[in-house]
């Protein structure tokens, strides 16, 4: 299989941010033409997107539609798409709009037996779970939900076996302790992750540097990383990243 590199693109209020540790009042704006970056991903050569509504993540409903039938119809780029999913009709409209997987969040980790009734409707190949985990005193990966303000009961070995037993394919996992800060990906992790559930394409996010912290994620096992930050600021170049 080969590494698919997932260009991200965060949305919130029309424009292009990038979130420190998911903290909505620590906001970088990159531009108010999501489209205009995402054309320029698809002509340097990516496949795939990861576009993210940042005002439905907070406040649910996903907005994205418009934008979603716009990159479809004029990029070829197949996406993938969360924020705010909170029904089975909101997968639904994602996917008619053009998505090739819905990401789902804290949804994923409050009500596991309703994003697992959506998996068997709709496939493991539609759904992408994504788990924002940090470890405890103890080691364990724990899953904050609320903002991270509060702390799920399954830990994230728990949920991500549950999940891949169930015919999940796809698992996005962020090490909240990276997110945004350039600090390198956390390998370890994503080396736990693949000897727990080794049938899942784990998809390496937060904190992703540079094309050597790529090829690391690569060699670590995981089937893509999600590039943010380091894309938007340059410090990846998509086409070298792409021809590596």
């Known amino acids: 299989m080969s590494f698919i590199f997932y260009p991200?693109?965060?949305?919130?209020d029309g424009r292009v941010v990038r979130l420190?540790?998911?903290?909505y009042a620590d906001e970088t704006r990159y531009g108010d033409d999501p489209l205009a970056f995402i054309a320029r991903y698809a002509d340097a050569g990516a496949t795939w997107l990861h576009l993210v509504d940042l005002d439905a993540a907070r406040a649910g409903g996903y907005t994205l539609l418009p934008l979603l039938r716009e990159i479809t119809r004029h990029t070829g780029l197949k996406v993938q798409t969360g924020g705010g999913v909170r029904s089975r009709d909101d997968v639904a409209a994602i996917l008619d709009a053009g998505a090739a997987r819905v990401?789902?969040?804290?949804?994923?980790?409050?009500?596991?037996?309703t994003v697992l009734a959506w998996l068997a409707e709709f496939g493991g190949e539609r759904i992408t779970v994504a788990l924002d985990t940090r470890q405890d005193e103890s080691d364990a990966w724990r899953l904050p939900v609320h903002g991270w303000t509060e702390t799920a009961a399954e830990t994230l070995d728990e949920l991500a076996v549950r999940y891949a037993?169930?015919?999940?394919?796809?698992?996005?996992?962020?090490?909240?302790?990276?997110?945004g800060m350039l600090a390198g990906p956390n390998l370890d992790l994503y080396r736990h992750l693949r000897a727990i559930a080794p049938a899942l394409a784990v998809q390496a996010s937060g904190g992703v540097r540079d094309v050597a912290d790529v090829a690391a994620c690569r060699d670590a096992g995981c089937a893509g990383a999600v590039l943010g930050k380091a894309l938007l600021e340059g410090r990846i170049d998509l086409c070298e990243a792409l021809a590596c």
Do not use: Y
């Open 8 to 12: 991200a693109i965060d949305v919130r």
């Open 103 to 113: 990401v789902i969040g804290s949804l994923a980790v409050r009500a596991p037996d």
């Open 20 to 23: 420190r540790q998911g903290d």
């Open 165 to 179: 037993d169930a015919g999940l394919r796809h698992l996005l996992c962020t090490d909240i302790a990276r997110d």
